[in-house]
């Protein structure tokens, strides 16, 4: 299968909410509302606002069987946020808000040096191909070009591939919090 890395089309959405799910945690595509959740807070705002920041891996048929989504500026995607996912999130229960609005206290002590976020899932048949380093790469010059001056993910800590693959792309850990990691990367 050939695959090349171009920027985030319209016409993409599908195809990546459909990655999204298909990696996501089982608990998190258990049912209807786990899997809308689950777009509202990894894949929607992204798409919807930030898609100059974003690319997708696509195959010879130029379907999306991978991605890089990236909000280049924490105040910007939070205020995109707030305004449009997470009043759907409140809808799916206050747990859910509560929850969704304290993942930005994570990178707020970090967004002065690392404004951008990102989030990347491949499906299982292109992983270790080094395509998740493609992408990676296409959206580092992305942010180096528009002057952004480092990124910022939070990982689980027993996803030790994952780990791997950030600090192979110069993440370094910035906070170690129960089950999971925050990194940050400087460009």
Known sequence: MQIRIRP??????????HICLMTAAPARRKNTREQENTLLLY????????????FVAADETDCARGYIL????????????????????????????????GSFKLQAPFAKEYPAHLHIDLLPEIQSRGIGSQLMQAL?????????????LCVSSDNTR????????????????PGGLCMGCKL
Do not use: M, Q, W
Request: charged share 35%; proline share 4%.
């Open 8 to 17: 985030l089309c319209e016409t993409d959405i599908p195809a990546v909410e």
């Open 43 to 54: 894949n929607r705002c992204y798409t919807r606002t930030e898609r100059d920041f974003c």
């Open 70 to 101: 990236c909000a280049p500026d924490l105040a910007r995607y939070r205020a995109a946020f707030a305004e449009r996912e997470l009043k759907e999130i409140r809808k799916l229960g206050l747990f859910r808000a509560l929850n969704a609005r």
């Open 140 to 152: 580092k010059e992305k942010l180096t070009e528009s002057g952004v001056p480092g990124v910022f």
């Open 162 to 177: 994952a780990v791997a693959f950030y600090k192979k792309h110069g993440f370094a850990v910035l906070r170690t919090l």
